[in-house]
Structures are given as structure tokens and as C-alpha cells.
């Protein structure tokens, strides 16, 4: 995380002290480097110079619009979700025909928005919604260009909540029926079969299971050639795993030429759909520290900041870097740093070695760019913080602090309310 570092003590994110865009823009507080996001598209897009390739960002992992655009500018395209994403990245200028959209769950609704907006590719994962996307399309006289989510059975060693290739998990089709699959497809008439896609989860920190995914899948696109079926996109999904600690995940070069390797042969043209690698390490969690207490054995050092704001701890006993933001000094003694949420498993850290802090002392939870506020939530009725991005030593507010108002915004004028008196005609 070079762009949050140390200046005299106080950390610094692109020269501009964390504690003033503390001051400025209060906390709990997303912040984000644009030269670190920048920095890694590019390591990430020139892994894969010379071969043809997309890189589709995530936006699950970031949905801000000035991050989606930041990566837009760049050349990449998106990988959607839901018609939320849809609308989002185009929002933020992403070209259509640089989307993707994958998921378990596309309904009629999202399929005609997809379809209407002239995507690259639906990235299709069961039979019934092949159905489906014939269906619509036929109705709105339009082609659908598809590839089919193959699940390849690949252990992807990773946090079981998410791998997401092992034939027990929701997504894809087991890589044996898809061959069925393609045929069918290939006689309905509103579709156009372009490609084939998998993911296999997530914070994956070896280059094996990918390249043993790119193994499985051409064993299976020379299958499909025999059988008069040429694929024109090959997406192998995100993935990418950063250092949160102490991981070792292969940099985008090494990973990019393990890939390239494994396609050797094969006319596809790449898509990648990166997401934490892209913004893991771009962005930091600010929170403040309320008060601290002892209850036992126990010490608890109690911030503004809580899971509603950052779930990954709670969610997947993540471990985040915890970092004094002034007075950078040795750790003193084990604490849990907890949230003012009513849910014991509402924490950032537990039993973490972390220097002595007190009431008023801001704290950096470091890698917080990927599926931190884009997890976020309203629990406990909390609004939801400030986005920041820092860009050659100017902040940008790249998304205000949610008000009070806001939270009960689609709630305040119910007509039941008006019924029983709460609002005035
Ligand atoms: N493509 C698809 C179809 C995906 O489902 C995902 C992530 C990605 C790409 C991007 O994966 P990445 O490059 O970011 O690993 N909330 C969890 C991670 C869930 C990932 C879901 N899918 C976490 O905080 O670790």
C-alpha cells in the first residue's frame, strides 16, 4: 500500500495527512489513492500485452461511480451483477459493449435492460435462464450474444464463502452438461454463442486453480469446435488475491504470464474480471476511537466505525492491517477493536497485538478498498460514511455522508403514516 504511508510519524495518503481529511470530512471515513488504483489497472492490463484481452472490473468490489469511472478512463469495462451494476456503469461511462454480466439470478426485468443497453456478453449459468434469454430476445427481435458460466469443479483454496467453482457451489453449470447446453443453445434462434466464462472465487493466492480452470475449459472448447461451435471470448473471471497480512498472491505480471501460458493455442480473446486486486489495497477505513475499556481479561477498544461500515471482519474473520494514524509507535497489548452495533460479532479486530489508544485517536483499517463500503449497510440505523478519493494532492468527496433524512427517506411519507397522523397533508 505504498500511497498510505508515513510522513514524521503521521500517515500520509498521496501527501495529503489522513488526520486532515479526518478533520475535514469526519469520520468513519473511506479513503482512496487514485495513483494506487490507477497503478494497478496497469500492472493488471499489461500482464496480458500481446494477447488479445478486456479487463471488465469488478464493480461488486467498488461500486463508487468515481472509482468505476477512474478504472473506465483506463480502458476497462465492467463485470455486472445485477441491473443495478448496469446502471451504474453506465452511469459512469462505461462502454456497453465492454459489459459483462454474470450471476445466478438475472430476471426477465435485468435480461431486457441488459439486452436494450447492447452488452458484450450475458454470462449465462442455467438452463432455464438460456430459456429465458431466448425468450426475451426473440420478443424484442434482438440476438442475445452469450457464453455459459462453466462450473469447473476447482478447489480454489480459498474461504469457503468465497469459492465459488467447486460443484457444490450455487454458480455455473457442471462442466459436463454444458456441452448439452451449448448445443441447445445453438438452436435457438435468438441467440449468438460467443464465449464461455468461469470464476472460481476469490482471494485466490496461487496461479494453479486458474490455470487448471483455462485446462478444463479448452478441453472443453475443443469439444464444442467439433461440434460447430466456435468461442469468440474466453472470460476467466477475477480473483486475484492481494497481501492483507501475510499472503503471498503472485503480482498481476506473474499471474497474467501463467495465464498466457495455459491459453497458449487458443484464438479467444481474454476477458478478466478483477475486482479486489484492482481496489483492495487502493483505499483505507478510518474510524475514531469512542473509549476503551477493560472487562476481565479482556481489553476493548471501542470506534465510530463498526460492521455495518466494513463486514468483512465480522463476515469472514478477515484480518485487516489496524494503523495509529498519528504517532506511529510499537504495538502494547492484545485488544478487540469493536463497533457500537448491538451484535457481538460486531468487531474490526480480535485479540490484535496494536499500540495503546485513547478516546480521540484515529486509527487507519488498512485494504478496505474491495467490498468494504460496497458491503455496507444501515444497521442499527447508522447513515452510511463518506467516500473520499485523493488525486494529485487534491480530495475529492466522491459520495456524501449519508443524513439523517436519508435513512428514512422511503419511509417518511407512507400513506400509513399519513393515516395515523405521523405526517401533515
Ligand atoms: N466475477 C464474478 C462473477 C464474481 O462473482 C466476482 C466476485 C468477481 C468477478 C471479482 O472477484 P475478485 O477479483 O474481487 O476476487 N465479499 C467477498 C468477496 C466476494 C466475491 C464475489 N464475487 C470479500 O469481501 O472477500
Redesign the pocket.
Known amino acids: 500500500m505504498t500511497a498510505f504511508r508515513y510522513k514524521r510519524d503521521s500517515l500520509y495518503v498521496e501527501g495529503i495527512a489522513v488526520s486532515s481529511l479526518a478533520k475535514k470530512y469526519k469520520t468513519p471515513l473511506y479513503i482512496y489513492s487514485h495513483k494506487t488504483l490507477t497503478r494497478q489497472f496497469d500492472l493488471f492490463d499489461a500482464a496480458f500485452k500481446g494477447i488479445p484481452h478486456l479487463v471488465c472490473f469488478?464493480i461488486?468490489?467498488n461500486s463508487n461511480l468515481s472509482i468505476v469511472k477512474t478504472m473506465a478512463d483506463r480502458g476497462g469495462g465492467a463485470?455486472i451483477?445485477s441491473i443495478g451494476e448496469l446502471y451504474r456503469a453506465r452511469q459512469a461511462g462505461v462502454p456497453a459493449k465492454k459489459i459483462v454480466f454474470?450471476g445466478v439470478g438475472k430476471t426477465h426485468e435485468e435480461i431486457q435492460a441488459a439486452l436494450r443497453a447492447d452488452i458484450l456478453m450475458f454470462?449465462v449459468e442455467s438452463e432455464q435462464e438460456l430459456e429465458v434469454l431466448q425468450k426475451v430476445a426473440q420478443k424484442r427481435g434482438k440476438k442475445a450474444p452469450v457464453a455459459l458460466r462453466v462450473n469447473p469443479d476447482i478447489d480454489a483454496k480459498t474461504?469457503p464463502?468465497?469459492a465459488?467453482g467447486m460443484k457444490e457451489n450455487k454458480f455455473g453449470t457442471p462442466i459436463h452438461e454444458c456441452l448439452r447446453m451449448y448445443n441447445k443453445a445453438k438452436n435457438f434462434s435468438h441467440l449468438d454463442i460467443v464465449g464461455i466464462s468461469c470464476?472460481i472465487g476469490?482471494?485466490?493466492t496461487q496461479t494453479s486453480p486458474f490455470t487448471a480452470a483455462i485446462h478444463r475449459l479448452r478441453i472443453l472448447i475443443e469439444k464444442l469446435e467439433k461440434n460447430g461451435i466456435f468461442i469468440q471470448y474466453l472470460d476467466l473471471?477475477?480473483?486475484?488475491?492481494i497481501t492483507y497480512s501475510d499472503e503471498t498472491p503472485p503480482a498481476p505480471a506473474r499471474y497474467g504470464a501463467a495465464l498466457k501460458k495455459a491459453l497458449k493455442g487458443l484464438r479467444c480473446t481474454l476477458i478478466l474480471?478483477?475486482?479486489?486486486?484492482l481496489v483492495g489495497n487502493a483505499g483505507i477505513f478510518v474510524t475514531e476511537v469512542i473509549y476503551t475499556k477493560k472487562q476481565g481479561d479482556k481489553n476493548f477498544v471501542i470506534v465510530d466505525g463498526a460492521m455495518n461500515d466494513l463486514v468483512?471482519p465480522s463476515l469472514?474473520q478477515?484480518h485487516h492491517e489496524i494503523l495509529p494514524v498519528k504517532k506511529k509507535r510499537a504495538p502494547f497489548k492484545r485488544v478487540d477493536v469493536v463497533g457500537p452495533i448491538c451484535e457481538t460479532g460486531d468487531f474490526l479486530a480480535k485479540g490484535r497485538r496494536l499500540p495503546r489508544f485513547l478516546p480521540g485517536e484515529l486509527m487507519a483499517v488498512m485494504s478496505a478498498g474491495?467490498?468494504g463500503f460496497s458491503?455496507a449497510s444501515n444497521y442499527n440505523s447508522r447513515p452510511r460514511t463518506a467516500e473520499v478519493l485523493v488525486q494529485g494532492g487534491k480530495s475529492f468527496l466522491i459520495r456524501q455522508r449519508e443524513t439523517l433524512g436519508d435513512l428514512v427517506r422511503h419511509e417518511a411519507g407512507s400513506l400509513y403514516l399519513l393515516q395515523h397522523g405521523l405526517v401533515k397533508r
Open positions: 469488478a461488486k468490489s463485470d451483477v454474470s454470462n474461504h464463502y468465497i465459488t470464476h476469490s482471494q485466490i473471471g477475477g480473483g486475484l488475491g474480471e478483477p475486482g479486489r486486486v468483512r469472514y478477515a474491495a467490498y458491503m
